[in-house]
């Protein structure tokens, strides 16, 4: 694949894969008890009785991985990956531990602006576990610079 830097080099249907990342019990309890004090996320047993069946990682934990991966993944070269909001975000099945994660991503759409040097990309990316079953989706509005 061509070396990608600019908005200019990105094709609709390009696809990008991260590395992998395994999640544990002691990460998913150390995000919850932060910012997001939950018991589904904090306790094996109170988790046990809500609608997760067991310790689940906290979908903006989920979130936090994700985006962690497609900053490795870099997608647009060394620029940063800068956003105008999120579209498509949904939490599909609950991360729990020791489960090992991938980010895909595809290109949907990419639109060039008409008065600055940037384009919108819009990648949609899906998160999987070792499984293979999807956990989380979303769909960022990506601000990628092009060539001046």
């Known amino acids: 694949m061509a070396q990608i830097a600019w908005f200019d080099d990105l094709s609709v249907g390009m696809r990008f894969k991260s ?5 544990t019990e002691a990460d998913i309890k150390r995000f919850a008890a932060e910012f997001d004090p939950q018991p589904m996320h904090l306790d094996h047993e109170a988790a046990k009785q809500t609608l997760f069946k067991g310790l689940a990682a906290s979908g903006w934990h989920t979130a936090a991985i994700a985006m962690n ?7 647009f ?3 940063p990956l ?9 939490w599909t099945i609950p991360v729990r531990p020791n489960d090992r994660l991938h980010l895909v991503g595809e ?4 639109t060039p602006s008409k008065s600055k040097p940037q384009g ?5 990316w899906t998160m999987f576990n070792q499984n293979g079953e999807e956990v989380y989706t979303f769909t960022p509005i990506a601000i990628v610079p092009r060539r001046a």
């Open 82 to 90: 800068i956003g105008a909001g999120v579209d498509g975000l949904r």
């Open 19 to 23: 590395p992998e990342i395994e999640i």
């Open 77 to 79: 070269g060394s620029h």
């Open 69 to 75: 991966l497609a900053i490795q993944t870099r997608p």
């Open 120 to 124: 919108i990309a819009l990648v949609k």
């Open 107 to 110: 290109v949907m759409s990419l």
